[in-house]
């Protein structure tokens, strides 16, 4: 069996990690393209428009991610549809992320001021003006720090992805750690990139929160 080193742990830790953050930002931006259209449907005032996107984020917030890649995995073939472990995942972390973002998001809108509403109103706006040059912008600088935070919940999913055989970091830590009987190791650095990845998202969202405090105050 050939001897490895501490070297060639991490090299191909990173080699994996790469899928990490891919996964990641797919899932991120997709998910959050999803979730303004979800946000303008459930703001715009049918009301069953607005209970199906409530259904929506209640059935992906209310069920874990695992069930979800299962089904969709597991379940899609059963149906005719194919898909490989990255489909799968993608598609998986996308609901799962829009579902979560959906959510901020309204409770950002709904922090504005109704009066805003009324006053854009008065000025003969429609729903789609109102949104996007008064509602919006207030709401982005409310929404910008939770939706930061939330990215470092979306990194740390993708390791949820490893279950239906997705060669992410997590995934790739168990490979190594089988073939190189040095599971402390292994996970170690594991963690260790887990944290590179995800800190710098945490320290940037505190930050945020700071100046966006200080700016409202």
């Known amino acids: 069996m ?6 060639d742990i991490v090299y191909n830790l990173l080699l994996a990690a790469r899928w990490t953050v891919l996964l990641s930002l797919v899932a991120f931006v997709v998910g959050g393209v999803v979730a303004l259209l979800l946000l303008l449907v459930r703001t715009a005032g049918s009301r069953w428009a607005s209970r199906l996107v ?17 089904i969709l995995f597991f379940g899609l073939p059963l149906i005719g549809i194919d898909v490989s472990p990255w489909i799968a995942a993608m598609l998986g972390l996308t609901l799962f992320t829009s579902a979560f973002l959906t959510e901020i998001w309204r409770g950002c809108v709904e922090s504005v001021n109704k009066g805003q509403w009324e006053a854009s109103a008065t000025l003969g706006m429609n729903f789609t003006q109102q949104m996007r040059y008064i509602i ?7 929404g910008i ?15 949820v992805t490893s279950i239906i055989g997705f060669v992410e970091l997590t995934k790739a830590g168990s490979m190594i750690s089988n073939a190189t009987y040095a599971p402390f190791t292994v996970y170690g650095c594991v963690a260790v990139l887990y944290f590179v990845i995800c800190y ?11 100046k966006l405090h200080n700016v409202s105050r």
């Open 2 to 7: 050939p001897e490895f080193t501490l070297w």
């Open 54 to 70: 409530r259904g929506y984020v209640e059935l992906f917030q209310g069920t874990p991610l695992l069930m979800q890649l299962f």
């Open 136 to 142: 919006l912008p207030q709401a982005l600088r409310i």
């Open 145 to 159: 720090a939770p939706t930061v935070g939330f990215s470092v919940q979306v990194v740390k999913g993708t390791a």
């Open 200 to 210: 710098p998202l945490s320290l940037y969202a505190r930050r945020l929160e700071g």
